[in-house]
């Protein structure tokens, strides 16, 4: 297992994991590490033009959801959390290095090594400059948006969605939230999360068109967004906050879908499929890729089947009808529309019904959401 950053390390992301996330992290053994430094809560806030919807994704669509693409709900869990990279990928690595794998970080993948078509290892230079090869009956591209291993191989987006957010977030100290926060208002959004290290995640996002008229005053734009989305979190932020660092941004997160498998290759999370980051889904889907890619290899390499068989389940949920709606329901989403009067009478309706305010909110992290197509 490589890669080219040295950790503890960030990637330019927000880190919101829904429950479905932290329930990987509990079946792999590690969410106890992650909560040991990490607030976590049972409750995520949905806020739209004022209307508050309060609740969480119940329990039963949980399980059958893992049940649907695991065949079990072991480690099931309800808690929702924003885990700093820095923290998690370092959990993640030692826990791969304990399974056995032999880790190599500061390692920059540059080329696939090929054989008659197909790929029989990777190229590439450690930190000190020397150059390795190294040969694998598979190699697996888990390497992001901007996959080397897509690259090598010459392959094309497809699906590919233009419309899509910018985003700009930052640490602030001095207050304490007790769960997350996704507001819209108009054309705007605002995420709030406590995290690690004492603080609170605050992102704002908006239409990617509107993207160089918000940056022309980005402290300014960012505080009034706050203000304007949700006046009593701007208030907050100005009497009690301290912002920790500088404010990062993403400008382009066009959404796309790569090819999944071929000769000797997979590809898996944001490098086989990238999202918006209004629902903040990526960081769960890149840990269910792992795990179905995991189950999938092990029937292939222990002789059960072959691999492009033993890779159908992986391809029948990544692409399947359940994936494609919630593909098109979060890029929808990304176009920041305002909602017109009908949706906000509907989004008001849903808040004296418990039950319906938790399937919504299971629906927007991708649970209980079914294709039309
Ligand atoms: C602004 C923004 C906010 C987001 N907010 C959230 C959120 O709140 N919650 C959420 O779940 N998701 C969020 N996401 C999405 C999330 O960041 C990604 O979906 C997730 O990181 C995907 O994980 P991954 O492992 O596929 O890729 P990455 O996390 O990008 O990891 C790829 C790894 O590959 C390594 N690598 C790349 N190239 C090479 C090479 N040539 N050689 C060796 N190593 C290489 C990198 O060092 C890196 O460690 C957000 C994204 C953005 C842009």
């Not at 969410?31 to 739209?48: E, G, Y």
Request: contains cysteine; charged residues 25%.
């Amino acid at each position: 297992m490589v890669d080219r950053a040295n950790f503890p390390s960030d990637v330019p992301s927000t880190h919101f994991v829904w429950p479905h996330g932290l329930s990987y992290l509990n079946r792999w053994g590690l969410l106890k590490q992650v909560l040991a430094t990490t607030p976590s809560h049972t409750v995520l806030n949905v806020v739209q033009d004022g209307i508050e919807l309060s609740g969480t994704v119940p329990l039963h669509l949980l399980r059958e959801h893992f049940r649907e693409l695991h065949g079990d709900d072991s480690g099931v869990v309800q808690r929702y959390a924003s885990v700093r990279r820095r923290v998690l990928d370092k959990i993640l690595l030692d826990a791969a290095a304990d399974a056995g794998a032999q880790v190599r970080t500061g390692f920059v993948v540059e080329e696939l090594i090929q054989d008659k078509g197909r790929v029989v290892g990777i190229r590439g230079k450690t930190q000190d400059g020397r150059s390795v090869e190294e040969r694998a009956r598979v190699v697996v591209g888990a390497d992001g948006r901007n996959s080397s291993v897509a690259r090598a191989l010459g392959l094309r987006k497809h699906d590919v969605r233009h419309k899509c957010t910018f985003a700009y977030w930052g640490y602030y100290s001095g207050f304490t939230l007790p769960s997350a926060y996704m507001y819209q208002r108009g054309r705007l959004g605002v995420a709030a999360a406590p995290t690690n290290f004492g603080q609170n995640m605050l992102l704002v996002w908006g239409p990617r068109e509107l993207a160089e008229e918000f940056r022309v005053d980005l402290a300014g734009n960012f505080e009034q967004a706050l203000d304007l989305v949700s006046p009593e979190l701007g208030k907050r932020v100005r009497a009690q906050g301290k912002r920790e660092g500088r404010l990062f941004a993403t400008l382009d997160q066009s959404a796309y879908l790569r090819p999944l498998f071929g000769q000797g290759w997979v590809l898996a999370g944001d490098a086989q499929c990238f999202k918006d980051q209004c629902t903040a889904i990526g960081m769960t889907h890149a840990f269910r890729d792992a795990e179905l890619l995991a189950a999938g290899l092990d029937d292939w390499l222990s002789g059960d089947s072959a691999f492009d068989v033993a890779l159908k389940h992986y391809e029948s949920c990544l692409r399947g009808p359940a994936a494609t709606a919630y593909y098109d329901y979060v890029c929808a989403q990304a176009e920041m529309r305002a909602l017109d009067h009908d949706e906000l009478q509907f989004l008001s309706g849903l808040r004296d019904d418990q039950q319906q305010t938790d399937h919504f909110i299971a629906m927007h992290g991708g649970i209980a959401i079914h294709s039309t197509r």
